[in-house]
């Protein structure tokens, strides 16, 4: 016991200045006595400190075994697992880090919540990205990753911060600060900053997206004009197609909706071709084309079928075409997964809310 508590004891006071000491003695210590939750959890911390990634993951995953409640832990795991691309697994570990809590450490918070979004960043999920880093609004965080990522989110930009160019990253950068003040609940400093982005990067892609997304709550007809602007600037900015389409939808202009969506449906990443399916759905529903409406919701629905919202739609459709016993069992499996979900809280930068689904 007294070894053990020695071990302990050294490894703790070296784990920030020594990590390579640190690991040695938490191993030693962990010979002694394997069940020691935090020495496992330690272990990983120096492991990563080290850029030891497949070490420390190791350490973390016999850590949450021991006490799979430990928040920080599976955070802390989700972290490692993440410099090892494995981002769907480490994606799910965050999250239940986050579910059982991060702790009251702020700075790793903001770490971990980074982290999370820019690699729901890199896969083009970017309304996740934001919800990701949402949160840290309320706590008065100001920084530098923070900005930048919620840049990417702003521009539509799904790249690695290191892959930018001088001036795409102050371009992040701006849009970021912007977004940043509009979701911190700074609408002057907000105003100033897309002005400001406006006038030096009038044409760069994703720029008039991002201002459009910030009209969406005050000016509709503003909103689509500038998502049109950055179609006509940025043809591949696919986001901006289904923000028109949207936009269309809400007016009853189901013709000029499927129009966009066309355009969209040929750019698109596979994983997200059920928000285009949905949409033409909805699209033929305002346009009262019932039975062109259906087949895009079954296709959406089956790409996605934990998304509500498909269902609802679906439910409609089926009713306005007489299918009683189909809109039931839709307009159930809507009632279901809307008990089981909880809403975002932010702003949605799809259509749909919900992630991405299979091809």
């Given at each position: 016991?007294?070894?053990?508590?020695?071990?302990?004891?050294?490894?703790?006071a070296?784990?920030?200045?020594?990590?390579?000491?640190?690991?040695?003695?938490?191993?030693k210590a962990?010979?002694?006595?394997?069940?020691?939750?935090?020495?496992?959890?330690?272990?990983?911390?120096?492991?990563?400190?080290?850029?030891?990634?497949?070490?420390?993951?190791?350490?973390?995953?016999?850590?949450?075994?021991?006490?799979?409640?430990?928040?920080?832990?599976?955070?802390?795991?989700?972290?490692a697992e993440?410099?090892?691309?494995?981002?769907?697994?480490?994606?799910?570990?965050?999250?239940?880090?986050?579910?059982?809590?991060?702790?009251?450490?702020?700075?790793?918070?903001?770490?971990?919540r980074?982290?999370?979004?820019r690699?729901?960043?890199?896969?083009?999920?970017?309304?996740e990205a934001?919800?990701?880093?949402?949160?840290l609004?309320?706590?008065?965080?100001?920084?530098?990753?923070?900005?930048?990522?919620?840049?990417?989110?702003?521009?539509?930009?799904?790249?690695?911060?290191?892959?930018?160019?001088?001036?795409?990253?102050?371009?992040?950068q701006?849009?970021?600060?912007?977004?940043w003040?509009?979701?911190?609940?700074?609408?002057?400093?907000?105003?100033?900053?897309?002005?400001?982005m406006?006038?030096?990067?009038?044409?760069?892609?994703?720029?008039?997206?991002?201002?459009?997304?910030?009209?969406?709550?005050?000016?509709?007809?503003?909103?689509l004009?500038?998502?049109?602007?950055?179609?006509?600037?940025?043809?591949?900015?696919?986001p901006?197609?289904?923000?028109?389409?949207?936009?269309?939808?809400?007016?009853?202009?189901?013709?000029?909706?499927l129009?966009?969506?066309?355009?969209?449906?040929?750019?698109v990443?596979?994983?997200?071709?059920?928000?285009?399916?949905?949409?033409?759905?909805?699209?033929?529903?305002?346009?009262?084309?019932?039975?062109?409406?259906?087949?895009?919701?079954?296709?959406a629905?089956?790409?996605?079928?934990?998304?509500?919202?498909?269902?609802?739609?679906?439910?409609?459709?089926?009713?306005?075409?007489?299918?009683?016993?189909?809109?039931?069992?839709?307009s159930?499996?809507?009632?279901?997964?809307?008990?089981q979900?909880?809403?975002?809280?932010?702003?949605?930068?799809?259509?749909?809310?919900?992630?991405?689904?299979?091809n």
């Open positions: 016991m007294a070894q053990f508590e020695d071990y302990a004891r050294r490894a703790e070296v784990l920030d200045s020594q990590p390579e000491q640190a690991v040695q003695l938490y191993r962990l010979a002694i006595r394997p069940a020691w939750v935090d020495g496992w959890l330690y272990l990983g911390a120096a492991l990563y400190q080290m850029n030891r990634e497949a070490e420390a993951t190791d350490a973390f995953r016999k850590g949450v075994a021991l006490a799979p409640g430990h928040g920080m832990a599976w955070a802390f795991l989700g972290l993440a410099e090892l691309d494995n981002a769907e697994q480490a994606l799910a570990d965050i999250r239940k880090g986050e579910e059982l809590g991060l702790g009251a450490n702020l700075e790793f918070e903001v770490a971990v980074v982290k999370a979004a690699m729901l960043v890199l896969n083009s999920t970017f309304d934001l919800a990701q880093l949402q949160p609004s309320k706590k008065n965080v100001d920084s530098q990753a923070v900005a930048e990522t919620m840049g990417l989110c702003a521009l539509a930009m799904p790249r690695k911060i290191s892959e930018l160019t001088p001036e795409q990253r102050e371009l992040v701006l849009a970021g600060k912007a977004a003040d509009t979701v911190s609940q700074r609408p002057v400093e907000a105003a100033a900053a897309y002005r400001q406006l006038e030096r990067y009038p044409s760069a892609p994703g720029v008039r997206y991002a201002h459009g997304l910030y009209l969406m709550e005050t000016d509709l007809a503003g909103a004009g500038e998502f049109q602007a950055e179609v006509k600037n940025n043809p591949g900015n696919w901006a197609q289904l923000m028109v389409a949207s936009l269309y939808i809400r007016q009853g202009s189901a013709d000029e909706a129009a966009a969506l066309g355009e969209a449906m040929k750019r990443p596979p994983h997200f071709r059920w928000i285009c399916h949905a949409e033409m759905g909805r699209a033929n529903l305002t346009g009262d084309r019932i039975e062109a409406a259906i087949p895009h919701f079954e296709r629905a089956g790409l996605m079928p934990a998304n509500a919202q498909i269902h609802y739609y679906l439910s409609q459709a089926y009713r306005r075409a007489g299918r009683k016993e189909d809109a039931q069992r839709e159930a499996l809507f009632q279901k997964l809307m008990a979900q909880d809403p975002l809280g932010v702003p949605s930068l799809r259509p749909f809310a919900g992630g991405a689904g299979k």
